[in-house]
């Protein structure tokens, strides 16, 4: 079993920057597929961006395409942690946003995740 928990959320400016962090309790950490989902005020959870581990050193890594060349997902295996670093960010980008993660094989799917975070909300001003 997989606890998760998320922070960094905040306000931010329309063309600034925001970096949130997943915090992990499992330690077989470094197996498992992570990601990014988010959930803007009357919509349904979207996909943002998902980590996955291949082999050594090697990394499966897909960003939806309103996010690409903005967002960048990262791993930190020995904190039991992995990060969203958000740059130019636009008003569209406010949403509640959640980690999640699965001990599987790589995947954008939402349904596919078992564990996740409870969110943290991120509002971009214009």
């Known amino acids: 079993q997989v606890q998760l928990a998320e922070s960094g959320g905040g306000l931010a400016q329309a063309g600034g920057s925001l970096r949130l962090s997943c915090a992990a309790s499992a330690r077989t950490f470094t197996t498992y597929t992570m990601g990014w989902f988010r959930r803007a005020p009357g919509k349904e959870r979207e996909f943002v961006a998902a980590l996955g581990w291949r082999a050594k050193d090697v990394y499966d890594v897909r960003y939806s395409d309103s996010v690409k060349g903005r967002f960048t997902i990262s791993r930190d295996s020995a904190k039991n942690a992995f990060f969203l670093q958000m740059d130019s960010l636009k008003p569209e980008d406010t949403a509640v946003y959640y980690c999640?993660?699965?001990?599987?094989?790589?995947?954008?799917?939402?349904?596919?995740?078992?564990?996740w975070g409870q969110g943290t909300q991120v509002t971009v001003s214009s």
């Open positions: 999640a993660a699965r001990n599987g094989a790589f995947t954008w799917r939402d349904t596919l995740y078992n564990y």
